[in-house]
């Protein structure tokens, strides 16, 4: 299995709020060093390879993950708590979940 995490800088270079929020949710989770690539899609550069990588795969929000196994299509996951309980096979805590899938109206467009 791969995983590609992207999270985006903005036009302005700043880094996405919550491409931040799901970096540390990894880190607390125990799940950073699962992670194979991170992908940085710039809107500064629309040839820099996040931004290709959310055009390629028809996602409009950061951050998102691709996971990749051979023989599969890959499985493309905009929201952390579905990521992390379907590939990890994580308890995830249901306040924090039905949190992360409000939240999902909050992410950054790409």
Do not use: W
Not at 49 to 70: C, H, N, S, T, W
């Amino acid at each position: 299995m791969n995983i590609t995490f992207v999270k985006k800088i903005k036009i302005d270079g700043s880094p996405c709020r919550k491409c931040a929020e799901v970096q540390s949710r990894l880190e607390k989770d125990g799940h950073i060093d699962k992670i194979d690539r991170t992908v940085i899609a710039d809107e500064r550069d629309s040839n820099s390879e996040g931004m290709q990588l959310a055009k390629q795969y028809e996602v409009d929000r950061a951050p998102f993950f691709i996971v990749e196994e051979d023989g599969s299509d890959p499985l493309v996951f905009t929201v952390y708590f579905k990521f992390v309980s379907e590939i990890f096979s994580g308890k995830t805590n249901e306040e924090d979940a039905a949190k992360d899938i409000l939240d999902s109206n909050d992410l950054d467009f790409i």
